[in-house]
Nanobody, 124 residues
Framework: QVQLVESGGGLVQPGGSLRLSCVAA????????IGWFRRAPGKEREGLAC????????YYADSVKGRFIISRDKTKNTVYLQMNSLKPEDTAVYYC?????????????????WGQGTQVTVSS
């Protein structure tokens, strides 16, 4: 059974940082591209970042480029999303997803497995 579990969310003040983690079980981690998405209240789910399987290429949406960093530790089956300079508009539920052959990294349909999400709230 495939399972993705996100952690690391919480309440942070504007300008602060958080690091989210996504741990996978039940898949061969190195065979999958991993993406991070978020859904803010009243909005559609938005693709934020993706890291490829073999070569660790990374991709970022304009909304987070320069502030968020995606990385992976294959020895721990874990992908991280380091979030810096957080803004109130970053408040959302954050999800990680795994896709075997992702072409359009920001499209939900490209991903096969999803975690349950972790809440991030940016507020003073």
């Amino acid at each position: 059974q495939v399972q993705l579990v996100e952690s690391g969310g919480g309440l942070v003040q504007p300008g602060g940082s958080l690091r989210l983690s996504c741990v996978a079980a039940g898949i061969t981690w190195g065979d999958y591209d991993i993406g991070w998405f978020r859904r803010a209240p009243g909005k559609e789910r938005e693709g934020l970042a993706c890291i490829s399987d073999s070569y660790s290429s990374t991709y970022y949406a304009d909304s987070v480029k320069g502030r968020f960093i995606i990385s992976r530790d294959k020895t721990k089956n874990t992908v991280y999303l380091q979030m810096n300079s957080l803004k109130p508009e970053d408040t959302a539920v954050y999800y990680c997803a795994a896709g075997r052959t992702v072409v359009s990294v920001y499209l939900e349909d490209e991903y096969d497995y999803w975690g349950q999400g972790t809440q991030v709230t940016v507020s003073s």
